[in-house]
């Protein structure tokens, strides 16, 4: 079955760049979707398809799919970026979604 | 405003069967393209895809799951439901509703979520 792989925890103090990765086995030739989960409420989506932005969702955040490891890069980070990030893709070999394990994004 | 809303019992003894239903408001659960996913995350961790139905009420259930899972739709009221059996301490979680739009259920996002429900397993 499919796995993904996601660093449990990443420090960044505010203004600078944190980048989060999402390992998988070719992973390039899937489309990865990734989510924002604050405290205490549902996820929501911050980037589709590898590199796409939400309506509403701030520049800062992008995406990239290359290889083996797709990454999530907030830059400028603030407080309110403090939260749980997921990755997540379709295994179309086995028809089920897919989750990435989480990273805890703290902002010092 | 589209929304998503689950409901059903915050507390469920083992063996027992849950039932749990996602409420749309302001758009149908026919709509052409849509997917709607179940998806848990037991306390502190993280999120576990459980199953899906189509726009043609086709289904898929993730495996280590798919003796206990049913998933379908109920149009008249609007609602997709989940029915689990034989629940267990380790199925204790919040349980969410997810839709994903774009004309392939195994591709898409799930860009709209409900705001989960919490279910507890225990005697």
């Not at chain 1, 989506?45 to 999530?72: C, H, K």
């Not at chain 2, 799951?65 to 379908?72: D, I």
Request: glycine fraction near 8%; charge should be negative; aromatic fraction near 8%.
């Amino acid at each position: 079955s499919f796995v993904l792989s996601q660093p449990p925890s990443v420090s960044v103090a505010p203004g600078k760049t944190a980048t989060i990765t999402c390992e998988g086995d070719n992973l390039e030739k899937k489309s990865v979707h990734w989510y924002q989960q604050r405290s205490d409420q549902a996820p929501m989506p911050v980037v589709f398809y590898d590199n796409e932005r939400p309506s509403g969702i701030p520049e800062r955040f992008s995406g990239s799919n290359s290889g083996n490891t797709a990454t999530l890069t907030i830059t400028r980070v603030e407080a309110g970026d403090e939260a749980d990030y997921f990755c997540q893709v379709w295994d179309d070999d086995s028809d089920r979604g897919v989750f990435g394990g989480g990273t805890k994004l703290t902002v010092l | 405003q589209i929304t998503l809303r689950e409901s059903g019992p915050a507390l469920v003894k083992p063996t027992q069967t849950l039932r749990l239903t996602c409420t749309f408001s302001g758009l149908s659960v026919t709509t052409s393209a849509m997917c709607v996913s179940w998806i848990r995350q037991p306390p502190g961790r993280a999120l576990e895809w459980l199953a899906l139905i189509g726009e043609d009420e086709d289904t898929y259930y993730s495996p280590s799951l798919k003796t206990r899972l049913t998933v379908s739709k109920d149009t008249s009221k609007n609602q997709v439901v989940l029915t689990m059996t034989n629940m267990d301490p380790g199925d204790t979680g919040t349980y969410f509703c997810a839709r994903s739009q774009g004309g392939d259920c195994f591709l898409d996002p799930f860009d709209l979520w409900g705001q989960g429900t919490l279910v507890t397993i225990s005697s």
